[in-house]
């Protein structure tokens, strides 16, 4: 299996970096390198450059306004803006709900939804999680009743990303009962405006809102919101979990968290050396970087098979397990390397010494980092799932 680039993608590779480079706003860039979070503008804002150059809906067809790029061209685009500081495209419109509708929905559906999900006109956000039902998706209690033309849906999901946000919200209702646990279940695309509808916030670890619980008291949606088959959305719901985990790895977020731990100790010094000197730490990111480089192989491994034909199986729960150890061990060091300076404070009691630049210009909140990255070892299906996955796939235990 050849995992070498060809000419041609080294071509799209500096394609990308030229695009990057002209068109990336300048301060959100900065903001993306210095590991700051992106509010709602930035992300509009780089989501609509990319729409114009067409390079906003990497995984979907030509004929409904994709790229039509292959497996190896999205690594390398996604690669580069991770080194370039880019936001993230925000998934649950482009990403996870749009390749539902293109593949299961109507005509109708796609020709109302897909292009405003292009324009950025409608943000999404996903209906999945409940109270009891987390990585065991297949027990989600929210019901959706049929009366006449419409569902009437009550219940309760939890850690809905971004959902004070959102315009529309996709879920996964159970509309039989009766039926075994996944055979019960409906897809629903559900307009966030609609009466009944509650957002709640739910304020994280590192003290942001992200995350919100979203209620549903009688909410009344059109049957002609149900994407494929009543009863059937749990084939929706696996098809739209292929996409979420495609990039879990993380892999150009860690290599780009990396440099700027080596970047910061090298300019830190105690007793009056860099903190790079130091042995012990020097050996913890020498062993994070060479775990990254063989995490990266394996990526490009899969990669190459799916330029080939082959399809993603169990890898990927390899890549998500690595992947976000990498990035918590990546923000633990840093907080080790910064000390005290890695904790919250309030900025306008600072000076202006070598150790609070330090602070402002590499790394805007290691304290908040270190505990948002707690995260990425639960949500896409937890890293005790997913090694549930490897010993029933692989070890056959």
């Known amino acids: 299996m050849d995992i070498q680039f060809t000419p041609a993608e080294q071509a799209f590779r500096e394609e990308v970096r030229t695009f990057l480079r002209d068109k990336l706003p300048a301060d959100i860039a900065t903001r993306g390198r210095h590991g700051k979070r992106f509010n709602k503008e930035d992300q509009v804002t780089w989501m609509r450059l990319l729409n114009e150059r067409g390079w906003l809906a990497a995984s979907w067809?030509?004929?409904?306004g994709g790229t039509g790029w292959g497996a190896v061209e999205k690594h390398i685009f996604e690669e580069e803006c991770a080194a370039f500081g880019a936001p993230w495209v925000v998934p649950f419109g482009v990403n996870m709900v749009a390749p539902v509708i293109i593949k299961f929905g109507t005509p109708e559906q796609q020709a109302r939804f897909l292009p405003r999900i292009l324009s950025s006109?409608?943000?999404?956000?996903?209906g999945y999680s409940e109270p009891g039902a987390g990585s065991?998706?297949?027990a989600v209690k929210t019901r959706a009743v049929r009366d006449g033309d419409h569902y009437v849906v009550n219940g309760q999901k939890t850690w809905t990303t971004l959902a004070h946000y959102a315009d529309w919200i996709f879920c996964l209702v159970r509309?039989?009962?009766e039926a075994q646990q996944q055979r019960g279940i409906s897809f629903l695309l559900?307009?966030?405006k609609t009466p009944g509808i509650t957002v709640r916030p739910i304020i994280t670890l590192d003290g942001e809102?992200?995350?919100n619980e979203v209620f549903f008291d009688n909410v009344r949606v059109p049957v002609e919101n149900l994407v494929g088959e009543e009863n059937k959305g749990w084939t929706c719901a696996k098809y739209l979990l292929t996409h979420e985990r495609t990039s879990i790895a993380g892999i150009g977020q860690a290599r780009q968290m990396l440099g700027r731990l080596k970047h910061i100790a090298s300019q830190e010094q105690r007793d009056g050396l860099p903190l790079i000197d130091d042995i012990q730490l020097r050996m913890q990111i020498v062993e994070l970087e060479i775990q990254l480089m063989a995490i990266e192989m394996s990526n490009l491994r899969i990669v190459a098979a799916a330029r080939d034909g082959g399809v993603p199986g169990t890898e990927s729960s390899f890549l998500k397990i690595k992947g976000s150890e990498i990035r918590q061990t990546i923000t633990y060091?840093?907080?080790k390397v910064l000390g005290p300076y890695a904790m919250p404070f309030i900025e306008e009691e600072l000076g202006y010494g070598k150790q609070e630049d330090l602070y402002r210009e590499y790394s805007a909140t290691p304290a908040s980092q270190y505990l948002d990255m707690r995260k990425t070892s639960v949500y896409g299906g937890s890293n005790e799932i997913q090694k549930n996955i490897i010993a029933k796939m692989i070890l056959e235990l």
């Open 190 to 192: 559900i307009d966030m």
């Open 136 to 138: 065991d998706l297949a």
């Open 209 to 211: 809102h992200e995350v």
């Open 333 to 335: 060091l840093m907080s």
């Open 61 to 64: 067809p030509v004929e409904f």
């Open 121 to 126: 006109e409608d943000w999404w956000c996903q």
């Open 175 to 177: 509309t039989d009962p």
